[in-house]
């Protein structure tokens, strides 16, 4: 079975079949569904949380294997990059010049080869996908679920999504795109922002993605792809030409950290100009990217661990917010004008609430964003 699979590739393995690693990661989503289910889904619960962040986690989401998120605008290699890294196709996949992948797809193991539809995916208790529901029908019919049984899915799920069009070409998808990738890009792991060497232009739905990752940094990678089709000189060109492009959309102060590379399937004929230059380079690149995949279910328990004390921050801050908000106003009369005067304050009163419950500012909601929530309720209807 599997364990005799993982001793053959070297790994010690116990007597449940389990590395010592994937036995501390279940003990670790074990002991993290008890505590969020006692401590803090309450909290949430008692503050309507959803209606200002996101919607209560299931066990499935805080035990859903590790999710790697692959955004790029079309035909930058995306679903040839997952066949690159899988050895192989996945159910339904397609490869294109034009925009092909219209759907977001999240390549899972099972048993055999097939695809799940995404109204059935949403409904099924054992995927992590529920969450998705609240982004209607139209958006769930562009999207599916692709299980094959492959190593690499043992400890990963990938998310493939649509090709994102450059320019001014936008579509009307029906639904709020940049939502969604937030959504998953919550509950991802790492995100590769696939770039190629000749279309460098950052679209301002491609803009709009990649600024929805804001408070995620750490999770994202570059990967330009495509790195084989150009002269080492052009390579050179086109790097400082990303970096800087991306400077203007990431505002971070720490470069990200850029996979180069040229990643083509080997039971694939290569197509396109070759240029042997750069083989040497984008071999040991390639070579980094994959090292780093093969990490994330390592560091999986870990970053499991701090998800929920960011939400548990998350969700404390808020239900002070809410509480103060409440006791401000006047019991009786001038409720209204009161609570008027605070949300056009909201910064003024957020550095009250900060300083008398010695909360740090970093875990407080965006005013705005916050302030525009607040106003589909009631502050005085809040218990």
């Known amino acids: 079975g599997k364990g005799k699979g993982k ?4 790994v010690a393995v116990g007597a449940d ?8 990661y279940q003990e670790t989503v074990r002991e993290l569904q008890k505590t969020y289910a006692k401590k803090i889904k309450p909290l949430e619960q008692s503050y309507c949380f959803e209606g200002f962040h996101s919607a209560p986690l299931t066990p499935q989401d805080i035990g859903s294997k590790p999710m790697v998120l692959l955004l790029g605008q079309y035909s930058t290699g995306k679903t040839t990059f997952v066949e690159y890294l899988l050895g192989e196709s996945y159910p339904g996949a397609h490869v294109g010049i034009e925009p092909t992948t219209d759907r977001f797809v999240a390549i899972m193991n099972g048993p055999e080869p097939k695809v799940i539809p995404g109204h059935a995916a949403a409904v099924s208790g054992d995927l992590p996908f529920s969450g998705l529901t609240k982004f209607g029908t139209k958006y769930l019919s562009r999207f599916q679920v692709a299980q094959l049984n492959n190593p690499l899915l043992a400890n990963l799920t990938l998310i493939d999504t649509p090709g994102i069009l450059s320019g001014s070409k936008q579509i009307q998808r029906g639904y709020d795109f940049v939502s969604v990738i937030n959504w998953f890009a919550e509950r991802s792991d790492l995100i590769l922002l696939l770039f190629d060497s000749y279309k460098l232009d950052i679209s301002d739905e491609f803009k709009g993605a990649i600024q929805s990752l804001r ?22 060109r086109v790097y400082g030409a990303l970096m800087w492009s991306l400077g203007k959309v990431i505002p971070t102060p720490e470069v990200k950290r850029v996979y180069l590379g040229s990643f083509w399937p080997r039971y694939k004929t290569p197509v396109g100009n070759r240029y042997e230059e750069n083989a040497e380079l984008l071999a040991v690149e390639q070579k980094d990217l994959l090292r780093d995949l093969r990490s994330i279910p390592k560091n999986a328990a870990l970053r499991r661990v701090n998800e929920i004390v960011k939400r548990a921050r998350q969700a404390r801050v808020h239900a002070h917010i809410i509480g103060y908000l409440r006791s ?10 009161k609570a008027k005067a605070m949300l056009d304050d909201l910064p003024a009163e957020f550095r009250k609430i900060q300083v008398r419950y010695n909360l740090p500012p970093g875990d407080f909601p965006n005013p705005e964003a916050f302030k525009s929530d607040l106003e589909a309720f009631k502050i005085a209807d809040f218990n």
């Open 7 to 10: 001793e053959a590739m070297g």
């Open 17 to 24: 079949g389990l590395t010592a690693e994937e036995r501390l």
């Open 215 to 236: 408070g995620h940094e750490d999770k994202v990678r570059v990967v330009l792809n495509k790195c084989d089709q150009v002269s080492q000189q052009q390579l050179m």
């Open 328 to 337: 401000e106003l006047p019991s009786m009369f001038g409720k209204n004008k």
